[in-house]
């Protein structure tokens, strides 16, 4: 077929698509309005940013999967549109976690509760009021006090001259946080006394904690943090010139007083430790079933990830990490070609759909499938990867954190040549036929200092032969930022490029012969 100039490429594009659908695989059934719909849930709030394991990538995943069903598509894994698979996490240890006071032993979760992460320390205590270091404001409540070897006593406050948006855009010289500031003054050991008020939701804060999950990041001992009950508390200060209710009402009055040392025979051991479990999470797979009978039987692969990275733990502003391009864009795209491909006429070949979980924790997800792939991994003729292509840099935008985001016209293509150059020509041809989007190759060196080509979940299909072709619009300022929100998308392009690689994933399940692989 002729390939026709694109000068006039808005109306050439959709007398095209409506004279030829079959030649795109119904390209025309992506639209920004509808990509737009799924991403309003799959990025909103409740979700709660869709960390791997979450109650909200669950709540993602049964969207997807409810999604898939009214399009028309097989469950992918033995008749489920789940692939299940253990994830190792932690969470602390009850029995292992203690806290004791002058030879009185305390109990977790009743008298004190432990923070992330693991660690232990033993020593006398020394009350560092706030526990904040400010020297561009004189505050330095560590001034003049041996903390080496020691237990730092700390209130449950922030003073009014930290400025937390000062701090994380490093305006603030010197500054350290309450616990950061501990461990440069040697304490090996924090202990955390809590305002009034908290003593209603003690017994909820304490059950919230006993069952968070953390990931098995293998992190090392480090200092430990314990907030203690009103009951511990109690104990700590009896005998000092101090008790609970003047510190508490410091903690009122925004006035934290002076230092001082506890009496120096009253000793505090704590240790905080954390146990390994195995918990679930899941992929979400999903086939089209293709129309030769013996084509069939291969495979295009489409896929995203579609968790996120959860929410912030911070004391101010917005604390979810939406992921609406990072990769909720990817997400609602793959979900969107699949119903086009299952609504339009049936490719020769097999599609298999698969979203991805765990991508932000190591590529967790993908590697789980290509080890256990629920088709034969032979029979995967491709593989294309969609993390994020919803972002557009503006014009004139000058920001140096948008420096590497794509434009309007534009997205970056990795890895598709790097294994076949046969799919790489496919992508090529198939771009210039639909919109001749400006494919930007930037990425796509071996010597690449980014190393974006092993930084998604394409990575783990191309380890086992399978070509790939990575579509990725460039990080931007809200990349991984609470501020990656849906209202910053751009559904133009997104559909522009949603609609690219459902006609490449098209071309690739109805050419007579699977992509040749001739590259190690």
């Given amino acids: 077929m002729r390939l026709r100039p ?18 795109l695989g119904n390209v025309q059934a992506i639209t920004g309005s509808r990509l737009k719909a799924h991403l309003e849930f799959i990025a909103s709030d409740l979700l709660e940013g869709r960390d791997t394991p979450s109650r909200g990538l669950d709540l993602a995943a049964l969207y997807l999967a409810s999604q898939l069903k009214l399009a028309g598509l097989e469950p992918g894994n033995k008749g489920s549109y789940f692939q299940t698979f253990p994830v190792q996490q932690t969470r602390f240890s009850e029995s292992r976690t203690t806290l004791e006071i002058a030879g009185q032993k305390l109990k977790a979760f009743e008298d004190f509760i ?17 526990g904040y270091r400010i020297p561009s404001k004189g505050i330095d409540p560590y001034k003049g006090l041996d903390l080496k070897g020691k237990i730092a006593l700390r209130l449950d406050m922030t003073p009014k001259e930290w400025d937390w948006k000062e701090y994380f855009a490093g305006k603030m010289e010197g500054a350290r946080a309450s616990e950061d500031a501990a461990r440069d003054a ?25 069952g968070d999950l953390f990931p098995d990041w293998g992190i090392a001992p480090s200092m430990p943090v314990v907030d203690l009950s009103s009951n511990a508390a109690d104990i700590l200060l009896r005998g000092e010139n101090v008790t609970l209710s003047d510190l508490q009402s410091n903690i009122t009055s925004g006035n934290a007083g002076d230092s001082f040392a506890l009496s120096n025979s009253k000793k505090v051991k704590v240790q905080v430790a954390m146990d390994q479990i195995a918990v679930q999470t899941k992929n979400v797979v999903a086939i089209l079933r293709g ?22 733990d911070t004391e101010f502003g917005d604390k979810i990490f939406n992921g609406a391009d990072d990769d909720g864009s990817g997400t609602v795209s793959t979900l969107e070609i699949a119903h086009a491909l299952a609504s339009g006429k049936r490719p020769k070949r097999s599609v298999i759909f698969v979203w991805h979980a765990g991508e932000e924790k190591g590529l967790w997800g993908s590697e789980y499938f290509t080890s256990h792939p629920t088709v034969p991994i032979n029979s ?25 985001l794509t434009g309007p016209n534009s997205i970056y293509v ?5 294994l076949s150059t046969q799919l790489g020509n496919t992508v ?16 796509d060196q071996p010597n690449d200092p980014e190393n974006l080509y092993q930084r ?30 849906v209202a910053k998308i751009d559904f133009r392009k997104m559909e522009r490029v949603a609609r690219t690689v459902c006609s490449i994933a098209w071309t690739l399940a109805n050419n007579s012969q699977r992509p040749a692989v001739d590259k190690k």
């Fill in 380 to 404: 995967i003729i491709a593989q294309l990867n969609i993390d994020m292509i919803g972002r557009s840099k503006p014009a004139g935008d000058k920001n140096p954190a948008n420096k590497m």
């Fill in 186 to 210: 040697g304490a090996v050991a924090v202990l955390v006394i809590s305002p009034k008020s908290a003593a209603s939701n003690w017994r909820s804060q304490a059950n919230a904690t006993r």
């Fill in 6 to 23: 694109f000068f006039m490429s808005a109306i050439l594009i959709a007398a095209y698509s409506t004279a030829q659908p079959s030649q």
């Fill in 114 to 130: 432990p923070n992330f992460p693991a660690g232990s320390g033993e020593g006398s205590v020394v009350y560092v009021g706030h």
């Fill in 456 to 485: 998604s979940d394409h990575f783990n299909y191309a380890k086992h032969g399978i070509p790939i072709a990575f579509f990725f619009d460039g990080v931007h300022v809200d990349y991984h930022q609470v501020s990656d929100e």
């Fill in 291 to 312: 129309s030769d009978p013996k084509l069939k039987n291969e495979y295009v692969a489409v896929g995203a990830h579609y968790d996120h990275v959860g929410t912030a």
């Fill in 414 to 418: 990795i890895g598709s040549r790097r």
């Fill in 428 to 443: 090529s041809t198939v771009n210039k036929r639909l919109y001749n989007l400006n494919l930007d190759y930037h990425y």
